[in-house]
């Protein structure tokens, strides 16, 4: 019995994380929406337009990331928000052709390491 509750405390884990990344990711798209406004010249329709779908977003991410700090503590929640950095990254290379340069890996993996260590001692 002992173990069957060990694999259900394990795989509500994962699905825990999984929920938060997902909510990391969402929060790195606010990111492209910002930038994509940034193309825009001040209060023209299309940079207000940008800016409402951005505040939108912030929105949903404020009450998704209640619902995350609901199921994991918060200094493992927010250690992993750093990951948004690297999604980031991510999005401005596939999307606006930017350029990833050695320092802009190096520091992903000393993200990526950090996050590890700190879920790790959560465990």
């Known amino acids: 019995m002992k173990g069957t ?62 619902k995350i700090l609901k199921k994991i503590d918060a200094s493992t929640a927010y250690s992993n928000r750093a990951a948004a950095i690297i999604w980031t990254l991510l999005w401005g290379a596939i999307f606006f052709q930017e350029e990833l340069s050695i320092n802009n890996l190096i520091g992903a993996a000393v993200i990526i390491f950090g996050i590890v260590m700190v879920v790790k001692e959560d465990e």
């Open 5 to 66: 509750r060990t694999a259900l405390m394990r795989s509500d884990t994962y699905k825990n994380y999984v929920f938060l990344h997902i909510g990391i990711v969402f929060y790195s798209f606010i990111a492209l929406i910002a930038k994509q406004a940034s193309g825009y010249n001040f209060f023209s329709f299309e940079f207000l337009m940008f800016i409402s779908i951005e505040f939108f977003m912030l929105a949903v991410y404020a009450v998704l990331w209640q």
